[in-house]
Structure formats: C-alpha cells, structure tokens
C-alpha cells in the first residue's frame, strides 16, 4: 500500500485498517476496479445535482478510483460525504496503486465505510448527524446499470432510521431505569456467565422463538410437541403462558428495565428456567433468581462496557423495541436453526 494513503487511513478511518489486512500482496484481477474518465464527468454530476438539491448530508454509493468523488467534494464545497464501497478488493488495490491521500484527508470527506460488515456503523453515523437532509446518490455505473442496490441500501437504511429513532425514544423514556440496572448489575458480572461463555454451544439445534400475541394458545401444543426436538427460549411475558399449560422453556430473556416486569416473574415457577437477562433488564428479577443464568450486555450500555472492559469486538446485545428481538439474538449467538 502507498504509504501516504495508510497514514491517513489510520488517522480518520481506523476502523478500515483494523478491519482488513493490508500488507498480503495483491493477487486481484483488473476488473475489481471501476475506472472513471479523467475528466470531469458533467452529465453525471448534473443529473446528481438533481438528487442532492439542497441536502447536507450525501450518501454515495461506490468509491471507485476517487474520481467521482473528488468532483463532489469540488461542486459541493459545503456538504459532508458519507462513502460506502461494497467491493472490499476494488479500495484494496485502489489505495495500493494511486496516492490519493489528499483526497481520503480532505474535510468533508466525513465517513468510508468497506464492505457489508461496515455498512451498519455508516447507517448509525448518518442517525446521529442527520439534523439536516439527506440525498443518496451513486457512482454513474450504479446509476446507470445497477441502481437496484442503491434503492436496497435506502431501503435499508430507512428501516435501520426508523429502529433507530424508536430506541432513542425508549432510551430518553427509561434512561434513569437503565442507568440503575446497568450498575446493579454489575456485581452479577463476577459471579454469573456472560452470554460470550455460551457462544456456539448448540450449534446446528434447532431454536424456537416464543413471543407473547394473540396467536400463542393457539400455537401451545405445537410448541408442547416441540419442546422435545428443540429450544424453547420464551421472550418475556410468555414465559407466564408456557408455564400455564406445563411447558417449561429451556430459556427464558428479559430485558425491559421497569419494576413493573417484576411482576411477570412473581411466581416462582415462572423462574425455573435458564434465565438470560440483559444489563438493561430490571435487577430484581435476576437477583431473585440466584443460579442458572447468564448476562449479556447492551450496546448501547457505556457505564457497564467501561468497568467491564468490553469493546465493540466483545459480543453485545442490540436494543431493539420488543425483547422478542432480544430472544432472536440469543438464539444466533448459541446456534445457527431457527423457528419463528
């Protein structure tokens, strides 16, 4: 790699150096990069300006060689460009091959994202910034030939938002809650399994998620069959359900952080299982329940990541609206078949 373009890459986008390795020769084809003209492309940037209007904020799809994006960094002096390039190869040998250091320096050059597994931080950086519009936008050859995946990744995007904005309003709602179970918990930490202990334990079992509805009684007895051939992991409240009709689940997660959870586990029975609490989860249920559990950490939990030294490498569990999604997570970290 040109040594200009590294220096820069650890210096703003660190996490595309920690990420890929960058020292192992190149062994790529030619056609893992998208060439551009050289010069300016003012039908493309035309039909762009059309899109962005007055937006702030510019999403682009596709890095290439640097071309493109220069052209919008010139015409659009006064917004900020957040880059995602799929082709992990083609940014490979691009900075491998042309110094474009000034380019990945320049201010407004705000976010690089490299490859599927980065996108989702680039979705959360453009939650946290967006005060101001947003335009999406393509490289000519993403317009022109496969504008199908820049209406995927909007469609996405929109999705992750609309997540987004709905857990930061339950986070305002019951953030002097969570902040008191983050530090109760933290004792449990010493003497309790974290979910990390548990990581592929039951590879290839089958997983059955149960979630309070309308339709759970209706589904009892074929979860009461099933319970022989699979894991049961009860989401919550249904917990109170399966026991009712003498299903004992083999996994039950919690993870709503108000006091008044703990009357869905005022009985005893409703205890029994395996119990997987998050740290945002109201503390006196797991107190309650002493042995047989395990922990697992929110991601958006800072105080207990700090004292417990967990990094964003360190598996943490997503917040989501309903614990359902708490349950499906728990369900990928253990094993990989699941039923809904």
Known sequence: MIKENFEVLKQRFPHIVEKY?????LNMKQDHIMYELLEKDAEWLQAVNEIIGDSKIIFVYGFGLGLSIADLLEEFPDR???IYESDIDSFKRVISEYDISLLLSHPNLYWISVGDHQLRMLFQLLCSYMQESLAFIGLRTFLEEHIELLQEVRKDFIAYKN???SNKLIENRFRNEWTQNYLYHLHESLTTHSIEEMFGTFEGFTAIIVSSGPSLTEDIDWIKKMSKHALIIAAGSSVQALVKHGIKPHL????DGHEVNNKIFANDSTLQSTLLFTSSSYYGISERKGKNKVYSIM??????QYFLQKTKSDILMRPTPTVAGTAIQTAIFWEHHILF
Not at 21 to 25: I, K, L, Q, T, V
Not at 252 to 255: A, D, E, F, L
Not at 299 to 304: A, K, M
């Open 163 to 165: 997540d987004f904005h």
């Open 21 to 25: 390795e960058f020292s192992n020769p």
């Open 299 to 304: 991601e958006n939990d800072q105080i207990s």
């Open 80 to 82: 900020w460009l957040f």
């Open 252 to 255: 039950c997660v919690i993870m």
